[in-house]
């Protein structure tokens, strides 16, 4: 905790994730837990980093009789697997993608066109 206040939901999670981008490299619990600060117990580091594995955020590989994490995407990646990951459990998905671009603010339906238009080329 921070001065007395706890955190949001998943505000943990996003924490971790942030070192792991920003190590560059797979990292094991120990390394985490002081880049965090050292504020947080390793043990909840480890089921942080545990639980980010068991959703496919994050890789892991054996270092010695623990693990070293990476992420499995960058931000904007993680960002697109969520969207993906919405619209997969949708049964109407092109009421949802129309309903999506439909409510776009005009400069990223634009965007988005011009990133369509650039993957057909």
């Known amino acids: ?13 996003a924490e971790v994730l942030g070192v792991l981008w920003d190590a560059g490299e797979p990292v094991s619990a120990t390394d985490v837990q002081q880049r965090l ?5 390793y043990t909840t580091v480890v ?29 904007p990646g993680l960002a697109a697997r969520r969207m993906r990951k919405v ?6 998905r092109s009421g949802v993608l129309a309903r999506f671009v439909s409510n776009l ?3 990223d339906e634009r965007l988005l066109r011009d990133l369509l238009h650039e993957s057909r080329d």
């Open 87 to 92: 619209l997969d459990t949708e049964t109407d």
């Open 105 to 107: 603010p005009a400069d």
């Open 1 to 13: 905790m921070r001065n007395g206040e706890r955190r949001g939901p998943g505000e943990l999670e």
């Open 47 to 75: 089921t942080i980093l545990s639980r980010l594995f068991e959703k496919g955020v994050a890789t892991r590989e054996k270092r010695g009789r623990s693990f070293a994490y990476s992420p499995v995407d960058d931000e």
């Open 37 to 41: 600060g050292g504020t947080l117990a």
